[in-house]
């Protein structure tokens, strides 16, 4: 077990929690613009930690980048997606809680 | 390690399946399509770690076609689906599943 | 909503009407012209390494595809893209710090909604000029502390906003600034 194996795996164990939170803000949060708040932010930061962590532990330069593509890929779509579903939902009046 | 990525595998697949509460409860069609990309960003994840923990480098490129599709599924569902649906008039959120 | 028109002296940029007006060969050379055809070549070839974990008989099939790929601007011929390398490291790293620092902000305040959550929507009028990078600066503050974009037009966006509005407009307008300097473009400064 390398130095940098270790720190890949204790990576990957840091990402998982955002989902969890994610999960728990899409269930807790009251409306689903603050839904999508916790949703595109938590999930993504957990995806680049997990992405980067397997990367470490794969130690190999052209897998690492492969999954960091990965995850540039599913920043677009959630980004996109979060902005696509917001504005619809805003524009087919969808209130925001507590406005 | 590789028991640990399957151990964070099963956990993230018991999480989503937490998150389909939320599917269910909806209550705008909007909320359930959070819960569908939640559960496109879990996949990709859950892929990746499965890739590592079992040693299949091609379920990475699984991964990749869920991170193409996630885009696709959002970008559908707000251009076709949503529009066929009846306009959003409640603004109450806390009605449970009555839809 | 105004649609994107080409003027009516204007001809179609589409492949197809540059084909009818200067022949194959003409819209080849459009196609060079455009936006580096080597710098897709490169790119294109970079994607293929990493989707085929650079093994090398894929190539045989690999060099063909990039080459016709990238033979297809798939930008306006007449578009420039000008990227500043300093400014997409410096946007980079904004870009990571604001993620994590939202990522937690959001974990935070969902283990507490009734108290932390805060919402507010917010005006935010644009410093970045049209055509230059709004959507992507309106989407890529949805992955940032707090922000939400849930209307753009032309004059400014409409961010829906949990937490401390103010911070958060501090915040875009940090990396309204990084986006402008990576795109090469002119804004004011910030204030």
């Given amino acids: ?99 | 390690m590789n028991e640990l990525f399957l151990i964070l595998a099963v956990v993230l697949l018991l999480n989503t399946t937490v998150g389909l509460v939320r599917i269910l409860s909806g209550p705008h069609p909007a909320d359930r399509m959070l819960a569908a990309e939640m559960f496109s960003t879990s996949a990709v994840v859950i892929m990746l770690l499965l890739a590592f923990a079992t040693d299949r480098p091609p379920l990475v490129d699984v991964a990749l076609v869920f991170a193409l599709l996630s885009a696709l599924a959002v970008v559908t569902f707000v251009s076709r689906a949503w529009s066929a649906l009846k306009p959003t008039t409640d603004t109450d959120d806390h009605d449970g599943g009555n839809r | 909503m105004v649609a994107p028109t080409h003027g009516l002296d204007q001809p179609a940029n589409t492949p197809g009407a540059v084909i009818q007006r200067a022949g194959l060969n003409g819209w080849l050379r459009s196609q060079k012209r455009g936006s580096g055809l080597a710098l897709r070549l490169a790119f294109y070839a970079l994607i293929w390494l990493l989707l085929t974990r650079g093994d090398p008989g894929s190539w045989l099939w690999g060099l063909p595809a990039i080459a016709v790929a990238a033979l297809f601007n798939p930008f306006e011929p007449s578009h420039r893209w000008r990227l500043s390398p300093a400014g997409l490291l410096r946007f980079s790293w904004l870009f990571l710090q604001l993620s994590v620092q939202g990522a937690l902000d959001t974990a935070w305040r969902t283990l507490n909604p009734r108290q932390r959550l805060t919402p507010a929507l917010v005006d935010y009028v644009w410093r970045l000029p049209p055509n230059g990078g709004r959507i992507f600066l309106a989407n890529i503050i949805n992955l940032m502390p707090g922000t939400l974009c849930v209307r753009i037009t032309d004059d400014a966006m409409t961010m829906h906003t949990i937490g401390d509005s103010r911070l958060a407009v501090a915040n875009v307008s940090r990396l309204e600034s990084v986006i402008a300097g990576m795109l090469q473009q002119q804004v004011d400064a910030d204030e």
């Fill in chain 1, 1 to 99: 077990m390398t130095v940098v194996g270790v720190i890949g795996a204790a990576l990957v164990v840091a990402g998982v929690p955002f989902f969890l939170f994610g999960t728990l803000g899409l269930l807790r949060l009251p409306d689903t613009y603050s839904r999508l708040h916790a949703l595109a932010k938590g999930d993504n930061v957990g995806l680049g930690l997990v992405c980067l962590g397997l990367g470490l532990q794969s130690g190999s330069v052209l897998v690492t980048l492969k999954l960091l593509m990965i995850w540039v890929l599913m920043l677009i779509a959630s980004a996109t997606g979060a902005g696509l579903i917001a504005r619809t939902a805003l524009a087919r009046g969808v209130k925001p809680h507590g406005l």
